[in-house]
């Protein structure tokens, strides 16, 4: 099995805290708020929420994908480290990959805001691999989501404080 590593910077006028907080430590009640055609709801199924808990993100109807779990594999609120694993769900990658591996990283910057960074870790089966534009595809999705996050953080600025 070969593995395939994206990495992803972003930055934000957003200070770290803040965005860790609403994208991580709040998503199942943030992502499902304001982003309603797109995310149903988030929900542990199994866990506190924590490394070892699994999450199950329902889509809207309308998508391909209904629903997609992932295991918590780290989460560490002081350095803001968020890493997991995708264990079920999408299964038109199922004929290509094992599973797919994220880590995420927001570092506060000089400026106020903050860089992250996404590695995504593709275990692709023998035989297949895994395109550029492939990637890019689930990253300009993230990449939407991301900027109506961000969007709503600058638009009520005592939230996630």
């Not at 939407?144 to 969007?151: D, M, N, P």
């Given at each position: 099995m070969a593995v395939t590593t994206f990495s992803s910077d972003?930055?934000?006028s957003i200070q770290?805290?803040?965005l860790f907080k609403a994208l991580i430590l709040d998503a199942h009640n943030l992502y499902p708020k304001i982003t309603p055609l797109a995310i149903k709801s988030i929900d542990t199924v199994?866990?506190?929420g924590g490394p070892g808990s699994i999450k199950q993100i329902n889509f809207?109807?309308?998508g391909q994908v209904k629903y997609v779990k992932?295991?918590?594999d780290a989460l560490d609120e002081e350095k803001m480290v968020y890493a997991y694993t995708l264990v079920e769900g999408g299964e038109a990658l199922k004929?290509?990959?094992d599973s797919i591996s994220y880590e995420m990283k927001f570092e506060p910057n000089p400026n106020g805001g903050c860089i992250g960074n996404k590695i995504s870790k593709y275990h692709?089966?023998?035989g297949f691999e895994i395109k550029e534009e492939e990637f890019q595809e689930g990253r300009l999705k993230d990449f939407?989501?991301?900027?109506?996050?961000?969007?709503f953080l600058l638009e009520n600025p005592n939230a996630y404080v």
């Open positions: 972003f930055t934000s770290a805290a803040r199994e866990g506190e809207e109807q309308d992932h295991r918590i004929e290509k990959i692709v089966k023998e939407g989501v991301f900027k109506v996050i961000e969007a």
